[in-house]
């Protein structure tokens, strides 16, 4: 059974920084591709990175290029999302998900999601 648990949200002033972490279990960790998205308030969810299976190559949003570090441990079954200089719009619930075909907005298998609120 897949399970993706999400952690190191919470309330930051802008220009702060936080590193969130997915811990992966139930699957061979390092054949799938993990994505980081968001939802604000009365928004649509976006993808914000995603670190590929094959090469571990990366893509970001163009907001959080520069900004945000995604990265994986495969000893650990953890993906970690470093959010530096954070801007009150990157508010939101962050969720990583994992797929086995890569990186996409539909993605096979969801967490929970972690809450970041960025205050002005």
């Known amino acids: 059974q897949v399970q993706l648990i999400e952690s190191g949200g919470g309330l930051v002033q802008a220009g702060g920084s936080l590193r969130l972490s997915c811990a992966a279990s139930?699957?061979?960790?390092?054949?799938?591709?993990i994505g980081w998205f968001r939802q604000a308030p009365g928004k649509e969810r976006e993808g914000v990175s995603c670190?590929?299976?094959?090469?571990?190559?990366?893509y970001y949003k163009d907001s959080v290029k520069g900004r945000f570090t995604t990265s994986r441990d495969n000893a650990r079954n953890t993906v970690f999302l470093q959010m530096n200089s954070l801007k009150p719009e990157d508010t939101g619930v962050y969720y990583c998900?994992?797929?086995?075909?890569?990186?996409?907005?539909?993605?096979?298998?969801w967490g929970q999601g972690t809450l970041v609120t960025v205050s002005s």
């Open positions: 139930g699957f061979t960790f390092d054949e799938y591709a």
């Open positions: 998900a994992a797929d086995l075909m890569g990186c996409g907005d539909d993605m096979d298998s």
């Open positions: 670190i590929r299976n094959s090469d571990g190559s990366t």
